[in-house]
């Protein structure tokens, strides 16, 4: 079983569609991440848990509502998204949230919205 | 924010070295990472750099100088698995990572 999975891996979806991002930690991580990267851009961090407890939000617009029900899941909720949300939405974990720890990312999911 | 500046695109030959460089800008600094991500999958982890020098990992190696906001990755005897893109990401003061915008770089035959 690999570190971080993410499904779906590929998501077409209109502009009033509700979905769902999934990503699941298998290496017992405290803290999870969800970050949105864009095609010639930087990745942009979106939240952050740690100990189930959303640590960061970083001014995301609120049709992105996350969840984090334990501290191996991590959900993304997704509701009326404009075009240019269209973007690899990525998921990473660390062993815990605050010091040098190295991140571990999940594949993806390539999210196109219509 | 922070500001992170490192070249979009870079060729070389199968077999040469490339030197990827990164600057950067934070407010405060708790380390540098590198991570390498292929077209279409996951970023994964090459190095971390949190004092100056060079540390070096089998035919990649990471320099950085804190006093000047700058790192460099260094691929030696460049395979064609090693195009890429590669980022450079920086832990600041409130322990936040930033990332740059990435390098791809291209290895030709």
């Known amino acids: 079983e690999t570190g971080v999975t993410q499904t779906p891996r590929h998501l077409v979806m209109g502009m009033t569609n509700k979905k769902s991002l999934k990503c699941e930690q298998h290496?017992?991580?405290?803290?999870m991440y969800w970050y949105k990267q864009s095609a010639k851009k930087p990745l942009e961090l979106m939240f952050v848990?740690?100990?189930?407890?959303?640590?960061e939000n970083n001014s995301v617009p609120s049709r992105f509502s996350p969840e984090c029900p334990n501290s191996s899941h991590l959900f993304l909720h997704l509701h009326t998204l404009q075009p240019e949300d269209s973007a690899l939405y990525l998921c990473?974990?660390?062993?815990?949230?605050?010091?040098?720890?190295?991140?571990?990312f999940g594949p993806g999911t390539r999210l196109l919205v219509l | 924010g922070q500001n992170i500046d490192q070249p979009t695109e870079m060729t070389a030959t199968e077999g040469a070295i490339v030197q990827i460089n990164c600057t950067y800008q934070?407010?405060?600094?708790?380390?540098l990472f590198w991570y390498q991500q292929h077209a279409g999958e996951a970023p994964t982890f090459l190095s971390y750099?949190?004092?100056?020098g060079l540390e070096e990992k089998g035919r990649f190696s990471s320099f950085l100088s804190r006093s000047k906001g700058y790192s460099y990755l260094l691929l030696k005897e460049l395979q064609m698995k090693d195009s890429a893109s590669y980022l450079c990401?920086?832990?600041?003061?409130?322990?936040?990572?930033?990332f740059g915008a990435g390098t791809t770089v291209t290895v030709r035959a």
């Open positions: 990473a974990s660390s062993q815990d949230y605050g010091g040098g720890e190295t991140q571990y």
């Open positions: 290496l017992g991580h405290n803290a």
């Open positions: 848990y740690s100990l189930e407890e959303r640590v």
């Open positions: 934070t407010s405060g600094f708790n380390g």
């Open positions: 750099n949190v004092l100056d």
């Open positions: 990401a920086v832990r600041d003061g409130d322990y936040k990572l930033s």
